[in-house]
């Protein structure tokens, strides 16, 4: 596999991205993590990805402290950029700072168990999960192929043209999302498998299960993709809340394959409301989850008809993975 230097000086020297817009992170305070994270990527987009006809695609860091992912196509290779203010954004809020699971009494009550059994603070838990979920995403864009019709992929809240709501940018969203939630669950699995026989609960998985998607959730917090009022036909991706319940749904289903019981997915995405909640208050920041709270328990009718709405319509984008390659998705 090539490495990130090598990558940044392919890309510049084919004028597909400039010089001054990539974000070098050699002998930054974070060098381990990009580096991590960029490998994974990388490997994963290099050598996992053969049936979606991607190649040669990288993956880079943009220098910008923006918050913001995307995926375009440009000069014949195939890009997922993710900002390095996203990923040190995430990191810090998620991971770093996030003292919720050793400081807030009622979280250490309900997950001091499960936090000594991982061993990994579950704050990084949620990192991990969000920015995997990140990657899957713009990965589904880029195999989705929708440069035709649209320039780039660009997740944060746009203002204006970029915001514009379309029933294709809303199914190619959703259509990502389902991806995303798709592949996520076979990593947290892969160490779920690792505890003890005894320690495999269906309790203890569904907490796990909920970090992760109050990770994901924090992620649309973070990206500032929330504290609208519920919406449906509007703007350039479908509402936090309504994607909450589709991707909660979507891991919950997949991770059932896998193991030997049932599991609760409105109990699942409640909780996750319920953690999101308490990361705000904990940090004191604006808390757009009391809000989703609100949101499903008042509209989850809606969301429900909204979600089968988008499902009906997905049938006539060929573009979509779901269309693609039924079987995987
Ligand atoms: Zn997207």
Not at 81 to 94: D, W
Not at 308 to 326: I, S, T
Request: with cysteine; aromatic share 12%; net charge negative.
């Amino acid at each position: 596999m090539m490495s990130y230097g090598e990558i940044c000086k392919e890309l510049i020297a084919k004028n597909a991205v400039s010089y001054g817009d990539i974000y070098d992170f050699s002998e930054t305070p974070l060098e381990k993590l990009f580096e991590e994270f960029f490998t994974f990527c990388q490997t994963n987009l290099s050598e996992r990805c053969k049936e979606y006809d991607i190649q040669p695609s990288r993956f880079i860091y943009t220098n910008s402290y923006n918050i913001e992912a995307r995926a375009r196509f440009v000069k014949g290779f195939n890009i997922i950029e993710v900002t390095s203010g996203a990923m040190i954004e995430t990191y810090k809020l998620l991971s770093f700072r996030n003292t919720l699971f050793n400081e807030n009494k009622e979280v250490i009550k309900n997950y001091g168990s499960l936090q000594e059994l991982i061993k990994i603070p579950l704050g990084h838990i949620m990192f991990q999960a969000a920015v995997q979920f990140t990657y899957y995403h713009e990965l589904a864009h880029l195999a989705q192929k929708p440069f035709n019709e649209f320039k780039s992929f660009d997740e944060s809240k746009h203002k204006g043209q970029g915001d514009k709501y379309s029933v294709q940018k809303h199914c190619l969203e959703f259509d990502a999302d389902i991806h995303a939630a798709n592949l996520l669950p076979a990593h947290i699995l892969d160490f779920w498998n690792k505890q003890p026989k005894e320690a495999q609960t269906s309790e203890n998985l569904s907490k796990l299960l909920s970090v992760a998607v109050s990770g994901i959730l924090n992620y649309f917090m973070i990206m500032g993709q929330c504290g609208d009022n519920i919406y449906y036909d509007e703007k350039s991706h479908p509402h936090p809340v309504i994607r909450a319940v589709n991707i909660t749904d979507k891991i919950i289903r997949v991770a059932e394959i896998n193991v030997d019981f049932k599991l609760d997915s409105g109990a699942i995405l409640q909780e996750a409301f319920n953690l999101t909640e308490k990361f705000c208050e904990h940090h004191k920041l604006l808390n757009f989850a009391v809000q989703f709270n609100e949101i499903f328990r008042a509209h989850s009718n809606d969301i429900g008809k909204y979600i089968e709405v988008l499902d009906k319509e997905a049938d006539q984008f060929p573009n979509l993975l779901r269309n693609k390659f039924p079987d995987i998705e």
